[in-house]
Every structure is written in structure tokens, then in C-alpha cells.
């Protein structure tokens, strides 16, 4: 609407109905107008009307949906189904160009001004989650593993030719290992150790590792933040001082630690000491979206920006149009609840935890680095599938994310043969169950979490006395 419209409207109707109604239009307009100006994330969540009024204004600046467009290449973003087409809001370009993944579209401008402004309130929602000093970010179309293989990729022109390893602090995720074989490199696992229960990072040995192999010869230390307990997040402050001094570069695989405010200090921390070249956290995990996401960022522009050349090809909008329609739902001040909440849930589920382990005769495992996961003790001198029934009877009973870590599985993944598999270590000495308090989780959920444990661990324990009766009697 215009003014030579808003008039025409007035000669048909009343001109104060006419601009009560203008007046709700110019609020949204102006929400758009205040994105556009300041680039950032707002305070307080729009809602659907607004985001979709301002989807709808974007989709009409791509090509594709000009009334006079005649395309006749071979990607003009048609859609052969109407549902695919409203399910994308009409905008099926894509994002960046094939020579780099940031570049604007001149056939889409509407798609490369969404991902602009999306990349834009990531970096200052990150900045809120305690990444203050962090320069830049860029969202990439891939899940974490893939990439983290993006980036060790764009490492490669940047080391000696020699440098094929990646010293690695053990954390028992496939797509970590797979990250680094699929880039071409060779994983050097550098093992935890137990302070307590906690696998912590073992900076001797990491040192000891660096000079062994030579500074040269290495591409790049990859540490991990957010896990699975009973490991803590990387020392990355101690990390990154060794990888300034040598002069090696330093990736953090931060998969939901941006969800963590101590997972963000010890980031922050290791970039004022020492070095950190990008850490990378999941869409999915941390602004609950689809699966298909990540955000890469950094204190380095021009790596960032090396990172998006790397990319071959035109890249999939939908993770940016699911995100940018997340942070203009939730505003800052949602995402800040949301934070807080998380935090209150951990503490919930641990002391909930503890409760019914203590009941069973099991303790909860000390792992006070870890924020996010944590975990029970399972005594009991039984074999691996007895442990594994027990995570059966917990799905069976549609309790899922739990892991139920049996001591020594041994597992082959890529080149890498690891004994004590989910455990993080060759050899921990007790096998245990846990469970994560993520963005989102609620206390309801642990409740109706902690029941079903109860009574799943009551069945299992008395399986697994009766079986070890009958064990007894054969003898």
C-alpha cells in the first residue's frame, strides 16, 4: 500500500477504517524496517503474520517470481508440486553462487538478502550466548561433520604439504573420526584422563604428541567442547596457548555448546590467550530446527571468508529460511529464556538423577565440567548385552536419547580401532547411563524421565539377580 492507494481505499470505504487498518500494516512494516536498519536480532519475538508478510516481500525479489519473467536456463527455480513450492515460500535458488557460498544471487535477490540478515542476527545471538569478542559466522547448509571436513579442507592450502595429521582428543562420535578421513587426513587420537570420574583433556600428552610428530607435520588440533558424560568439555584455554606457541592451527567442534554458557567461556578464554582458528556448532541442536545445519564462526574474517570459497556449488536455502524464521520468532529475549531454562533443567535432572540412582544403588557420576550431559553408575559384573537390554527397555518404552555405555566394546571407525567404545577412553573402569538436559528440554520431561528409569531399572536389576541365581545353580 501506498499513498495513492491508501486514497483510493478512503473513496470506498470509511477513511478511519481505512487507516486503523494502514496503521497495524505500518507497525509490521516498521519491524522490517528496524531489521533491515540495525542487522540484528530483535528483543521481542514477531509473530507469524509479520515474518511471513516480510517471507512473502523477500520471495517476490527473486526472478523466479517476477510477473515478466521468461527463464530459459537450466535452473530457473521451478517447482514441479504446489506443496514444495509454499513449503520453501515460492524461494527455490538457493544461496551464495558457485564460487562462493556468501555471494548474492543476481537472480535471487530476496533469497541472498535473507541469508545476509540471518548470518547476521546468528553473530548477534552468539554474541549474547557469550561469544562477545566473536568477529563473524556464516550458516553452511551441511551438518557438523560435514562441516568440520569444510573447514579442515580450507586449512589444507594454508599448512605445508607435509601436514597430514589431526591430533584429536578423543571423543567417541563417528562423524568426528569420519570428518577427518573423509578431508584426507590421519586422526591421531590423543586419550582423556580420569580425574574422578571426568575424562579430561590431557595437555602432556598432547604436548608430548606435537613434538613428536612436529609442528609441520600436523594440520590442525580438533577439540570438542559439548559431550556426552562422563567427559568434560577440552581445556581449550591450555589447547589453544599449545597451538599459538607451535603455531598449529586450532578447530573447535562446539556442536551444542552455544546452548552452554561455560562451553562459550572456555571459547572466549582460549581466543584471548592462545589460538582458535573456528569452532562450529549445529542449527538443529542448539535453535531447534530441522536436522541439516551449521554455523561456522570465528575471530579471523578472512578464514571465515576462505571457508565460504571452499564451498562447491550453489548451496540449499531451507536451513537459513528455518533459522531466520527461529530467531525472528524467538527474539533475543526468548533465546535468553530459553538459555536460562536449559540451565535450571540440568540442575533439575541432576538432582533427579541422583535420586533414583542412590535408590538402586547407584551414584551419579562427578563430572563437573559437563553443563549439558550427565551420568549414572551401573554395577553389576554382567556381559554387554545384559547393558544393552537395558537401553532396550528404556526405548521400548519411548525414552530416547539416553546411552547406555558398556564397558569394552571395541569398534572400528575409519582407520581407527577404539577400545572401550562410548566411553571416550580405552578403559573406564565402571559402564553407566546418561542423559542430557538440551535446549528446550523441560522439567515435565525429566519427571516422566526419572519414573520411567525407576521402574526400568527395577526389571532389569531383578533380572540380572535371577540370572545370576541361575548362573550359581548350573555351577
Not at 582423556?192 to 590442525?220: F, M, P, W, Y
Not at 562451553?263 to 584471548?272: S, V
Not at 540370572?467 to 550359581?472: A, D, G, H, P, Y
Amino acid at each position: 500500500m501506498n499513498e495513492t492507494t491508501d486514497h483510493l481505499a478512503s473513496r470506498i470505504i470509511p477513511a478511519t477504517y481505512v487507516a486503523q487498518g494502514l496503521q497495524s500494516i505500518r507497525s509490521r512494516e516498521n519491524k522490517i524496517r528496524i531489521l533491515l536498519e540495525h542487522k540484528k536480532c530483535p528483543e521481542e519475538g514477531w509473530d507469524d503474520s509479520t515474518i511471513e508478510m516480510l517471507l512473502h516481500h523477500l520471495s517476490m525479489m527473486d526472478s523466479n517470481n517476477f510477473p515478466s519473467n521468461c527463464g530459459v536456463g537450466e535452473r530457473e527455480s521451478r517447482f514441479a508440486s504446489s506443496l514444495v513450492q509454499r513449503r520453501h515460500f515460492r524461494m527455490g535458488h538457493g544461496i551464495g553462487r558457485s564460487g562462493d557460498l556468501s555471494e548474492v544471487q543476481p537472480k535471487a535477490a530476496g533469497s541472498s538478502l535473507l541469508n545476509k540478515l540471518t548470518n547476521s542476527m546468528l553473530l548477534d545471538v552468539i554474541k549474547i550466548a557469550g561469544g562477545t569478542k566473536v568477529k563473524c559466522c556464516l550458516l553452511v547448509p551441511m551438518a557438523t561433520g560435514m562441516v568440520l571436513t569444510l573447514c579442515l579442507l580450507t586449512l589444507r592450502d594454508k599448512r605445508p604439504k607435509s601436514a597430514r595429521y589431526v591430533l584429536w582428543p578423543r571423543i567417541d562420535q563417528k562423524s568426528c573420526i569420519k570428518c577427518m578421513v573423509t578431508a584426507g587426513f590421519e586422526p591421531v587420537v590423543v586419550e582423556g584422563k580420569l580425574v574422578e570420574d571426568e575424562l579430561q583433556t590431557d595437555i602432556d600428552e598432547l604436548h608430548r604428541r606435537i613434538s613428536l610428530l612436529g609442528a609441520d607435520n600436523i594440520l590442525c588440533v580438533l577439540s570438542t567442547t559439548s559431550c556426552f558424560a562422563p567427559r568434560g568439555p577440552d581445556d581449550l584455554p591450555k589447547v589453544a596457548a599449545l597451538c599459538r606457541e607451535y603455531d598449529i592451527p586450532h578447530l573447535v567442534n562446539n556442536a551444542y555448546g552455544l546452548q552452554s554458557s561455560k562451553c562459550m567461556h572456555l571459547i572466549e578464554e582460549a581466543a584471548r590467550i592462545g589460538r582458535i582458528d573456528a569452532f562450529v556448532q549445529s542449527t538443529d541442536k542448539n535453535f531447534m530446527v530441522p536436522v541439516g545445519g551449521s554455523v561456522v564462526a570465528g575471530y579471523d574474517k578472512i578464514f571465515l571468508n576462505d571457508i565460504a570459497q571452499m564451498y562447491p556449488g550453489r548451496a540449499s536455502g531451507s536451513p537459513s529460511v528455518d533459522v531466520f524464521i527461529t530467531l525472528l520468532s524467538l527474539g533475543t529475549g526468548g533465546y535468553k529464556k530459553l538459555l536460562k531454562e536449559r540451565k535450571e533443567v540440568f540442575e533439575f535432572l541432576k538432582v533427579e538423577l541422583s535420586a533414583v540412582a542412590e535408590k538402586h544403588g547407584e551414584r551419579l557420576l562427578s563430572t563437573p565440567s559437563n553443563s549439558i550431559s550427565a551420568a549414572i553408575s551401573l554395577g553389576g559384573d554382567c556381559d554387554r548385552k545384559t547393558f544393552t537390554l537395558l537401553g532396550s527397555m528404556l526405548f521400548a518404552r519411548n525414552v530416547s536419547g539416553t546411552r547406555v555405555v558398556a564397558r569394552g566394546e571395541v569398534k572400528e571407525v575409519g582407520p581407527l580401532k577404539l577400545n572401550g567404545f562410548g566411553s571416550h577412553t580405552s578403559d573406564y573402569p565402571i559402564s553407566y547411563c546418561t542423559a542430557a538436559a538440551a535446549i528446550g528440554a523441560t522439567k515435565e520431561e525429566v519427571v516422566l524421565f526419572v519414573k520411567r528409569l525407576d521402574k526400568v531399572l527395577r526389571k532389569w536389576k531383578a533380572n540380572l539377580k535371577d540370572s545370576r541365581v541361575q548362573c550359581s545353580n548350573n555351577q
